[in-house]
């Protein structure tokens, strides 16, 4: 079983619907929480970070991450076509390994006219 | 802000050879990460420098080996070519440990 675990879609949503997007993980070790956003030949690009529980919002993107029930999400609202991309959760354990991060695979978002 | 840059963006290979990526983070960015992408296996961590030290390492055998430079930039090295080995080879960067980290468009390999 892996780690972190997200479901890969595809998802396809109308413009202006509210997304949500969510991982799973096992190891209690995890503290910090990251959303990044991966458009085709480009890199990960980094929408949210928070540390422990709680939620947290930017702009349209709220993050929430529930560690009683190892749960992270991303709302996206008022979605756009340009949000159509992969979205992929990451997370590390606190202190020395912190920059390890483990990653979901990815959901694949479709946002259509 | 310059972002993350890697070089080069595309590199074609034979079995056996070995190749070397080049990575420069984000200006003030102390801390470099590498992983590597394939469609298979997702996302998965290869080593982390700070301070030219390599400070944690992923479960890659020893093929797979990196440096980083007193002026931060970083590259990665891979020695005897493997099919498996043909993904795209991801550098992040973040201003210190425990950062949130900035990725690069990342270095496409094949491996024919």
């Known amino acids: 079983q892996k780690e972190v675990e997200q479901d890969p879609g595809p998802l396809s949503v109308p413009e202006g619907a509210i997304v949500s997007l969510n991982c799973t993980y096992s190891?209690?070790?995890?503290?910090?929480f990251m959303w990044y956003r991966q458009y085709s030949r480009k890199g990960p690009e980094l929408l949210m970070y928070t540390y422990s529980s709680g939620n947290k919002e930017d702009g349209r993107f709220t993050a929430q991450v529930d560690k009683s029930s190892k749960y992270i999400s991303l709302f996206i609202r008022d979605s756009q076509p340009s949000d159509s991309a992969t979205y992929l959760c990451a997370m590390s354990a606190s202190s020395g390994t912190a920059s390890k991060l483990t990653f979901g695979t990815g959901t694949r978002l479709q946002v259509t006219l | 802000k310059a972002g993350v840059t890697q070089t080069p963006r595309y590199l074609i290979k034979t079995r056996g050879q070995q190749v070397t990526l080049s990575c420069s983070p984000i200006s003030g960015h102390r801390s470099v990460s590498w992983y590597q992408q394939t469609p298979g296996q997702g996302l998965q961590f290869l080593f982390e420098?700070?301070?030219?030290?390599?400070?944690n390492k992923g479960n890659f055998p020893g093929r797979f080996s990196g440096r980083q430079f007193s002026n931060s930039r970083s590259e990665m090295n891979v020695s005897t070519l493997e099919l498996g080995d043909s993904a795209l080879y991801l550098c992040?960067?973040?201003?210190?440990?425990?950062?949130?980290?900035?990725f690069g468009d990342g270095t496409r390999l094949s491996i024919l």
């Open positions: 992040a960067s973040s201003p210190d440990l425990n950062q949130p980290q900035h």
């Open positions: 190891n209690s070790a995890f503290q910090y």
């Open positions: 420098y700070f301070s030219e030290t390599q400070r």
